[in-house]
């Protein structure tokens, strides 16, 4: 079981580490998206997404699709994984962030 939880941090943090970072140089542009918007509650979009979407499968980059892309394709995961509508709302801003336009 020990060997199971090395191996899974391990791919785990590979993954994690391909998932862009919110910086101070993000805010600027997703401020124009969405008004008021802060940098902690993008760090706090970007964790949610790992944590409610490394459950089932691997990360996905927000630029391997665009947004409407990811438009079409969370509103299934949504149900799949019983999102509320607020962390529903929270992973798609950080997707929109990163996707590619």
């Given at each position: 079981m020990k060997i199971f939880f090395i191996w899974f941090t391990i791919l785990l943090a590979g993954c994690i580490s391909s998932i862009p970072i919110v910086s101070e140089i993000d805010i600027?542009?997703?401020?124009?998206?969405?008004?008021?918007?802060?940098?902690?509650?993008?760090?706090?979009?970007?964790?949610?997404?790992?944590?409610?979407?490394?459950?089932?499968?691997?990360?996905?980059?927000?630029?391997?699709?665009?947004?409407a892309e990811w438009n079409s394709i969370l509103p299934t995961m949504n149900i799949k994984s019983k999102l509320s509508s607020v962390e529903s709302e929270q992973i798609k801003r950080y997707l929109s962030l990163y996707s590619m336009k």
């Open positions: 600027s542009k997703a401020q124009v998206q969405w008004n008021g918007v802060t940098l902690e509650q993008l760090r706090s979009d970007r964790e949610l997404y790992i944590v409610k979407c490394s459950g089932c499968h691997s990360l996905y980059k927000p630029d391997q699709y665009s947004d």
